[in-house]
């Protein structure tokens, strides 16, 4: 089956800790986002990767870094500078960047919870 | 004023109603539309994709788009149960650079059986 994966399914940090949510795609694509959900909210745009070794901020990139070393991976590591990190955490891919090609299929999040 | 208004309901509707949810935006330069669904708890799950004006139809699903109004909706016929969900309109430009995707809150809907 194509599709995306995200693990782990639910995390949980303590205040000061860095965490790694991962990020697999096997459908070919080159294009790769992360997006923060909050209640009430429209999903936010983080960080963006056009293909492998390149990789850029969205609106709310503070606090978060990520890196893609592969095509079918891109993990979010969201660092203890991120003030509010307590969110539901998706990813989600595209063929490529722009145009009619850029139809985003999402995985099925992770959801963070600062404790 | 945020970019696309979308209505966070909830909107409760007996099995067997037509749904109409919509969503108004604001930038004139959006291009394509999309319509997804998603579950709680789940990733949004894509639905409809248009691109200008017009409808689209897919099954139960239609999906319309009025760019002079800056105005476009989701009909649902017949609804079931199953499609209780939250559903999400998004949108974006076709100018180069203009990637991003605008997504609204999303719609929470109640299919009572």
């Known amino acids: 089956d194509g599709g995306i994966t995200q693990s782990p399914k639910y995390l949980f940090r303590k205040e000061g800790q860095n965490v790694t949510l991962s990020c697999e795609q096997n459908l070919n694509h080159d294009a790769m986002y992360w997006y923060r959900q909050d209640p009430g909210q429209g999903l936010r745009l983080i960080y963006y990767s056009q293909i492998v070794n390149d990789f850029q901020k969205g609106d709310i990139a503070e606090g978060y870094s990520v890196s893609r070393e592969k095509k079918e991976s891109f993990p979010l590591t969201v660092t203890s500078a991120q003030k509010n990190p307590t969110a539901f955490y998706l990813c989600?891919?595209?063929?490529?960047?722009?145009?009619?090609?850029?139809?985003?299929?999402f995985g099925p999040g992770t959801r963070l919870t600062v404790l | 004023q945020k970019e696309v208004e979308q209505d966070p309901g909830p909107l409760s509707v007996p099995e067997g109603a037509i749904v109409s949810l919509n969503c108004t935006y604001s930038n004139s330069a959006f291009q394509y539309f999309m319509w997804y669904r998603q579950y709680s708890r789940k990733g949004p799950e894509l639905l409809m994709y248009?691109?200008?004006?017009g409808n689209k139809e897919d099954g139960r699903f239609t999906a319309q788009v009025d760019k002079s109004s800056k105005y476009i909706s989701l009909f649902i016929r017949d609804s079931q149960p199953s499609d209780s969900a939250t559903y999400l309109c998004?949108?974006?430009?076709?100018?180069?650079?203009?990637?991003?995707?605008?997504f609204g809150t999303g719609t929470r809907l109640k299919v009572l059986a």
């Open positions: 248009t691109y200008s004006s």
């Open positions: 998004a949108m974006k430009g076709d100018t180069s650079g203009t990637y991003k995707y605008i």
């Open positions: 989600a891919s595209s063929i490529r960047v722009g145009g009619s090609t850029d139809t985003q299929y």
